[in-house]
């Protein structure tokens, strides 16, 4: 299993910043991926950004040259830097790992998840 621990959520006028931590330990190995998804209430999940084992990165049309993500591979930690935020950022963020397994199946693992609210 991967374990995955988020933090960094919060409430933040628009215009603001924000940076999320997501913090792995367990079964860190074979990890084809990271990534952010948000949910807000009766919305579906979608994809925000995402980072391969390579380093390629990938962002929804609607956070592109706001948000960046980025990783710590010494600290074991994955990170989303929010800048601009707008109130349709308001949503629940997860993390999301990725891994390939020796099966030659796929395992998605998420953290619990992190409240961000956008609101003046």
């Known amino acids: 299993q991967v374990q995955l621990v988020e933090s960094g959520g919060g409430l933040v006028q628009p215009g603001g910043s924000l940076r999320l931590s997501c913090a792995r330990s367990?079964?860190?190995?074979?990890?084809?991926?990271m990534g952010w998804y948000r949910q807000a209430p009766g919305k579906q999940r979608e994809l925000v950004a995402s980072?391969?084992?390579?380093?390629?990165?990938n962002y929804a049309d609607s956070v592109k040259g706001r948000f960046t993500i980025s990783r710590d591979n010494a600290k074991n930690t994955v990170y989303l830097q929010m800048n601009n935020l707008k109130p349709e950022d308001t949503a629940v963020y997860s993390c999301?790992?990725?891994?390939?397994?020796?099966?030659?199946?796929?395992?998605?693992?998420w953290g619990q998840g992190t409240q961000v609210t956008v609101s003046s």
């Open positions: 980072i391969s084992s390579g380093g390629r990165t």
């Open positions: 367990g079964s860190i190995f074979s990890i084809y991926a």
């Open positions: 999301n790992a990725r891994r390939g397994l020796a099966t030659g199946g796929i395992e998605d693992s």
